[in-house]
């Protein structure tokens, strides 16, 4: 089994050149500068729930993306990340 290279979470397979953590997040941020745009006010950014699992590293890989690309622009209380602990219970965590 080692002949092969280890599978990546589904949040970081590559669609049309990014990850699909990346492209929900700008289609969100899209969606909130619309808002803005025919709304006016203020500008809203909504909070972003991440759940991940410590699974073949994808806890690790996810959190890293994330901070690779310097929290989409949301700051690091934009987001709600949550570890799935194979239970009915989850751990909140970074």
């Given amino acids: 089994m ?3 290279p280890q599978s990546l979470p589904a949040a970081l397979l590559r669609y049309n050149g ?3 953590v990346e ?3 700008r289609d969100l941020t899209a969606r909130e500068w619309l808002y803005y745009k025919v709304h006016g006010g203020e500008r809203h950014v909504t909070p972003v729930a ?3 699992s410590a699974a073949k590293g994808n806890h690790r890989r996810i959190e890293q993306l994330i901070r690779d690309n310097d929290w989409f622009g949301r700051g690091e209380t934009g ?4 570890l799935y602990t194979g239970s009915h219970t989850t751990a ?3």
């Fill in 79 to 82: 987001f709600r990340r949550v």
């Fill in 18 to 20: 990014r990850t699909l």
């Fill in 2 to 4: 080692d002949d092969y």
């Fill in 92 to 94: 909140f965590a970074w």
């Fill in 23 to 25: 492209g929900l997040l």
């Fill in 50 to 52: 991440v759940m991940t």
